[in-house]
């Protein structure tokens, strides 16, 4: 098992920044994938960042520009940084790793998830 704590969600102004991070503990050898997600209300969850252990990102297209994804191995951390936040990035955004099982299983765990607000 791997537990997923984030933080760093706030109430910000349209244009501002914020960094959120996201710690992960227990289970956490073969862990290859980090990432966030997002939920808005009476949306679907959409991913929004995402990056491997080589370093190699991938982004939604609503944040490329704006939000870059980091991670550090060694402390098992990964953090979101968004600027130029707009009323549309609000939403409750969720950490997710996917670690490697046994054989070739792949295990995804969750965050509880951190609130986002933007006031326009």
């Known amino acids: 098992q791997v537990q997923l704590v984030e933080s760093g969600g706030d109430l910000v102004q349209a244009g501002g920044s914020l960094r959120l991070s996201c710690a992960a503990s227990?289970?956490?050898?073969?862990?290859?994938?980090m990432g966030w997600h997002r939920q808005a209300p009476g949306k679907q969850r959409e991913r929004v960042a995402t990056?491997?252990?080589?370093?190699?990102?991938d982004y939604a297209d609503s944040v490329k520009g704006r939000f870059t994804i980091s991670r550090d191995n060694a402390k098992n951390t990964v953090s979101l940084q968004m600027n130029s936040l707009k009323p549309e990035d609000t939403a409750v955004y969720y950490c997710?790793?996917?670690?490697?099982?046994?054989?070739?299983?792949?295990?995804?765990?969750w965050g509880q998830g951190t609130q986002v607000t933007v006031s326009s």
């Open positions: 227990g289970s956490i050898d073969n862990i290859f994938i």
């Open positions: 990056i491997a252990t080589t370093g190699v990102t």
């Open positions: 997710r790793v996917i670690r490697r099982g046994r054989g070739a299983s792949l295990e995804t765990y």
